[in-house]
Nanobody, 121 residues
Framework: QVQLVESGGGLVQPGGSLRLSCAAS????????MSWVRQAPGKGREWVSG????????VYADSVKGRFTISRDNAKNTLYLQMYSLKPEDTGVYYC??????????????WGKGTLVTDSS
């Protein structure tokens, strides 16, 4: 039922920019918080950012604060992650996440399949 499809990943140079998108379906999108989680090669999963159901409140991991911006378009059932000033350590698979309630507390309900971001050095 719930479907989360990430897109926008690719190869970028250090200091470059990239915008990820997540197309959501199968649930009432504007009732739930959404988040992004990433996994670097050979590493565990790291929570990156979250946004509340209405899009008025956002939160970021310290590692990306000031460089990444999370947003959502509830009319299009789409979540975004705009990434600037990319670093090699940003490399990894980025997952779109549906949270269990309307606030981004990190309570994961569903995961997407991920999109790969590679920052060369």
């Amino acid at each position: 039922q719930v479907q989360l499809v990430e897109s926008g990943g690719g190869l970028v140079q250090p200091g470059g920019s990239l915008r990820l998108s997540c197309a959501a379906s199968g649930f009432t999108f504007n009732s739930y918080a959404m988040s992004w989680v990433r996994q670097a090669p050979g590493k565990g999963r790291e929570w990156v950012s979250g946004i509340n159901s209405g899009g008025s409140s956002t939160v970021y991991a310290d590692s990306v604060k000031g460089r990444f911006t999370i947003s959502r378009d509830n009319a299009k059932n789409t979540l975004y992650l705009q990434m600037y000033s990319l670093k090699p350590e940003d490399t990894g698979v980025y997952y779109c996440v549906k949270e269990l309630n309307g606030w981004p507390y990190g309570d994961i309900d569903y995961w997407g399949k991920g999109t790969l971001v590679t920052d060369s050095s």
